[in-house]
């Protein structure tokens, strides 16, 4: 599966953005998605995982109660709705697909993951 990530930029603190991740081919619903971000020189976090029909949901406790994680399956596409940002939330954040039987809380882990987006980049100014 291909995965491409939309809708990063330049928002002030305390703005929302919404991200898309579009995947390709027919079978997107058979897929565990994640949301990790990543800082220059910094390692790969995690942001949010979704289940196959949006039911599950984890969310890293530095975003929790400010981005909101979705899924719609007839549209090939994910979403994180990003609210309240701070200057912090600044980062390249990537979308991610898994492949597998068990939802569970390695979605955490960026291991877990089999197919990576390109990445977009969010900058939060002060």
């Known amino acids: 599966v291909q995965l491409q990530a939309s809708g990063g930029g330049l928002v002030q603190a305390g703005g929302s953005l919404r991200l898309a991740c579009t995947a390709s081919?027919?079978?997107?619903?058979?897929?565990?998605m994640g949301w990790f971000r990543q800082v220059p020189g910094k390692e790969r976090e995690f942001v949010a995982a979704?289940?196959?029909?949006?039911?599950?949901?984890y969310y890293a406790d530095a975003v929790n109660g400010r981005f909101t994680i979705s899924r719609d399956n007839a549209k090939n596409t994910m979403y994180l709705q990003m609210d309240s940002l701070k200057p912090e939330d600044t980062a390249v954040y990537y979308c991610a697909a898994f492949v597998g039987n068990h939802f569970t809380a390695t979605m955490r882990q960026q291991s877990s993951y089999n197919y990576w987006g390109q990445g977009t980049l969010v900058t939060v100014s002060s």
């Open positions: 979704i289940s196959w029909a949006g039911k599950t949901i």
């Open positions: 081919g027919p079978t997107f619903s058979d897929y565990p």
